[in-house]
């Protein structure tokens, strides 16, 4: 690599920071990212980039060489109504990009720019993957299912970093996100007047404890050294203040860092919404699903990050695990790669807001270096 990554991608800071502001001001969610994807298939033809439609999904490949490494960004939003008075704010009503993939497309975008300019010095193929529907959506399923990984040595994703010090790159081996599971569960019992209770079969008291005795899995069942999550997050049920309800809704996620853990939680969630509505004299109707596994960074691949970072002369530090859930976990799972994060964290500029939070933002200053990084992966890349 006869050039300077980070100054390469210095030049065009300007742009990146463009991009990232035209996407985060018209939002679209999973599967609907219909002029985000238009936008960036422009510029990579005009860049000399393969292209493979997947939907809404873009891959794109340049180069040639024995191996091929995969660099991947996701592109949808979310159904969030933004609050952040800037001049970039998002123009659709109740949606918006708040957990970064704007940032990500465009650092993707830029760093597709320099690979394409520099593609004559390149010793293995660079796939470049603009994923749809990461929130909730398992787009990275769809693109699989289309090729996006066949073929691949390796894989990388950058994610901004709401917990992280702006323009740290946060890398971690091994588990990283949690794996993602889904409960829906509906108690049964016999409506009737709320002043003769003795008349019906009150399916609240059943919901409530099957609530309390569903957060009672971890802090009894699980070994205190692992990490789990059991979160109900809706519950819904009656009408009126003096109506016993025919039946309560309970709704929620259960985390997991190993699919053993995974499988166990959603056995034992089935069974005390099963056994407390049967203690209640209730019925209770069940479904549970694992939508995603854990985010589990291959050691080799994210030492290679590090040191490539470093090479660069940018700060690395480890980044915390955490229990939410990511679908870059499905090419981890057949691909060895790493999933990355840059900090955004600037308290000076008030960039302080969590993500999914309706005042989140980015560093847009440090954005650049998730390109660069990104470019220097590419070129990089030994196998």
């Known amino acids: 690599m006869n050039f300077n990554p980070v100054k390469e991608a210095e030049k065009i800071k300007d742009e990146i920071i463009a991009w990232r502001r035209d996407f985060h001001m018209y939002p679209e969610l999973g599967f609907e990212e219909e002029r985000t994807s238009k936008i960036v298939e422009e510029h990579l033809r005009e860049w000399g980039y393969k292209?493979?439609?997947?939907?809404t999904g873009i891959i794109a490949e340049i180069g040639s060489g024995d191996k091929?490494?995969?660099?991947?960004?996701?592109?949808?939003?979310?159904?969030?109504?933004?609050?952040?008075d800037v001049p970039y704010k998002s123009r659709v009503p109740g949606k918006m990009h708040a957990c970064g993939h704007d940032?990500?497309?465009?650092?993707?975008?830029?760093?597709?720019?320099?690979?394409?300019?520099?593609?004559?010095?390149?010793?293995?193929?660079?796939?470049?993957?603009f994923q749809p529907a990461e929130e909730g959506g398992n787009g990275a399923l769809k693109m699989i299912e289309a090729g996006a990984i066949e073929g691949v040595d390796a894989i990388f994703g950058i994610h901004v970093?709401?917990?992280?010090?702006?323009?740290?790159?946060?890398?971690?081996?091994?588990?990283?996100l949690a794996g993602v599971g889904k409960f829906v569960a509906k108690i049964i019992g016999k409506g009737g007047h709320g002043a003769a209770p003795h008349l019906s079969i009150d399916p609240i008291p059943a919901a409530a404890d099957a609530v309390l005795a569903l957060q009672r899995i971890v802090a009894r069942e699980v070994d205190p050294l692992d990490s789990a999550v059991v979160t109900v997050g809706r519950i819904q049920g009656g009408t009126a203040f003096n109506v016993i309800p025919q039946y309560v809704e309970l709704e929620g996620t259960f985390r997991f860092f190993t699919q053993e853990l995974g499988k166990f939680l959603e056995k034992r969630i089935r069974e005390i919404i099963e056994g407390t509505a049967k203690a209640h004299n209730c019925e209770a109707e069940i479904k549970t699903e694992i939508l995603g596994p854990p985010t589990i960074n291959d050691e080799k691949m994210a030492k290679f990050v590090a040191e490539?970072?470093?090479?660069?002369?940018l700060?690395?530090?480890?980044?915390?695990?955490?229990?939410?859930?990511?679908?870059?976990?499905?090419?981890?799972?057949?691909?060895?790669?790493?999933?990355?994060?840059?900090?955004?964290?600037?308290?000076?500029?008030?960039?302080?807001y969590p993500h999914h939070h309706p005042k989140f933002d980015v560093d847009e200053d440090v954005l650049y270096l998730g390109t660069a990084l990104e470019v220097a992966l590419a070129f990089n890349f030994k196998g």
């Open 315 to 352: 700060k690395v530090g480890e980044v915390r695990k955490t229990l939410g859930g990511e679908d870059f976990a499905f090419y981890l799972e057949k691909v060895p790669g790493a999933f990355i994060a840059l900090g955004i964290r600037n308290e000076k500029k008030g960039i302080v």
């Open 68 to 84: 091929t490494v995969a660099l991947r960004a996701d592109m949808d939003a979310l159904p969030i109504q933004e609050e952040n």
């Open 51 to 55: 292209i493979k439609r997947a939907g």
């Open 103 to 129: 940032a990500h497309t465009a650092m993707l975008l830029g760093a597709a720019k320099i690979i394409a300019e520099h593609s004559d010095e390149l010793s293995n193929r660079v796939r470049l993957l």
């Open 161 to 176: 970093w709401a917990e992280l010090e702006s323009g740290v790159i946060g890398i971690r081996e091994g588990p990283f």
């Open 308 to 313: 490539t970072a470093k090479s660069l002369g």
